[in-house]
């Protein structure tokens, strides 16, 4: 074969190959093979010398001829395989504005908060007004205003958190507030009667277990007018408990002493973890023809659990506002948000620690 048809098959097979290139790579590799120092033109070349003198330019000129219609087929497959690439980078890349997009994931509001709003709003529809007061607060709205005397147990540096702060000669001691009741006092204190309103608020006491946290929620509740009976108290926790339990739970009112009403009740519901019977079966272990014997509920022990205290204020309290007994009285209760959601239906929570555990498989859950 003549150095004149190894330049003819050498063109034929550079316009072949950059056909068939499918990336700029390619092109690359093949410009290299072809074109390069040491590529494949360059080796046909070298052949000149031995060629005759008279048919050289003829082989140059050809030669120089194939090299720049390899070059120019070089440029064209590099610009056809960049265009492509580059679209198919576009289309890859390209956002349909029509289509819904993905929603991020959305959290929701504590437990306690959703119970909250949803205690606000039952006492909002027979008229009570959400109020808010310190979670900081003086020894006299949180005892002395209610009717709580020097040696009350309750103002025990064992039972409420004192503070390391100035004493004040009018208001006493700085705390954190150990019930919700201290927003009562304030609120009766501002005598803009007649009064319906339920403070709803974090509180603070020196204990934990099951049903007992340090930091805790309670809503205390006061209605204070002319004519307010036991009757209308009565009739308070019966449309809360209606509201909030369900048809299927029971509550009871048993007598009590508290130094802020008179008289006094301890509102029980019964257990919603053992139906009120305070008898718990444990699950079956060991597969079929396991199981245990019923044992004592842990949460209520006897079917019911304590909510709170309720009673007519104290004529004492009402004098400590600056309100004439004979003249208003007043309804009051106070229960803690944590323990009464505990007994809400299909709860069945045994621990009221979960709710601040931070743990997500149990707070997902609601």
Same mark, same amino acid.
């Given at each position: 074969m003549t150095l004149s048809d190894k330049l003819q098959t050498l063109a034929? *097979?550079?316009d072949r190959d950059l056909a068939k290139a499918k990336t700029p790579d390619d092109v690359a590799e093949l410009e290299t093979r072809f074109l390069g120092r040491k590529g494949e033109l360059t080796g046909l070349l070298r052949g000149l010398a031995d060629v005759p003198s008279v048919v050289r330019p003829k082989l140059g000129e050809l030669a120089n001829d194939i090299k720049i219609t390899i070059a120019q087929k070089v440029a064209a497959a590099r610009e056809r395989l960049s265009g492509g690439a580059l679209t198919q980078k576009f289309e890859a890349e390209r956002e349909d504005v029509t289509e819904p997009g993905i929603r991020p994931q959305e959290g929701h509001?504590?437990?306690?908060n959703q119970a909250i709003r949803e205690i606000t709003d039952i006492f909002a529809k027979a008229g009570f007004v959400r109020t808010r007061y310190p979670e900081v607060e003086w020894d006299w709205y949180a005892f002395e205003a209610l009717n709580m005397p020097k040696d009350h147990p309750a103002?025990?540096?064992w039972e409420t958190f004192f503070m390391d702060a100035p004493v004040s000669s009018e208001y006493g001691k700085m705390l954190l507030t150990p019930h919700a009741t201290s927003g009562t006092a304030r609120e009766l204190a501002g005598q803009k009667l007649p009064i319906r309103s339920i403070n709803i608020s974090k509180t603070y006491r020196r204990q934990i277990d099951v049903t007992h946290v340090p930091m805790f929620h309670q809503f205390d509740g006061v209605f204070v007018d002319k004519g307010v009976s036991v009757a209308h108290l009565r009739g308070v926790l019966d449309y809360f408990a209606k509201e909030f339990f369900g048809p299927d739970r029971k509550t009871r009112l048993r007598p009590h002493?508290?130094?802020? *009403?008179?008289?006094?009740?301890?509102?029980?519901?019964?257990?919603g973890v053992c139906g009120g019977t $305070?008898?718990?079966t444990p699950p079956y272990e060991g597969g079929e023809? $396991?199981?245990?014997?019923?044992?004592?509920c842990r949460t209520c022990k006897q079917g019911w659990l304590e909510?709170? $205290?309720a009673g007519m204020l104290h004529p004492n309290v009402l004098k400590a506002a600056g309100i004439d007994p004979s003249v208003y009285s007043g309804l009051a209760f106070g229960w803690g948000v944590e323990r *009464?959601?505990?007994m809400k239906e299909g709860m069945k929570l045994d621990d009221i620690r979960l709710l601040y555990k931070n743990d997500l498989r149990f707070l997902q859950q609601f």
């Open positions: 034929l *097979t550079a509001l504590h437990l306690m103002r025990d540096d002493h508290f130094r802020f *009403t008179e008289p006094s009740f301890e509102i029980d519901v019964s257990c $305070g008898l718990i023809g $396991g199981g245990s014997s019923p044992q004592k909510l709170g $205290g *009464t959601y505990m």
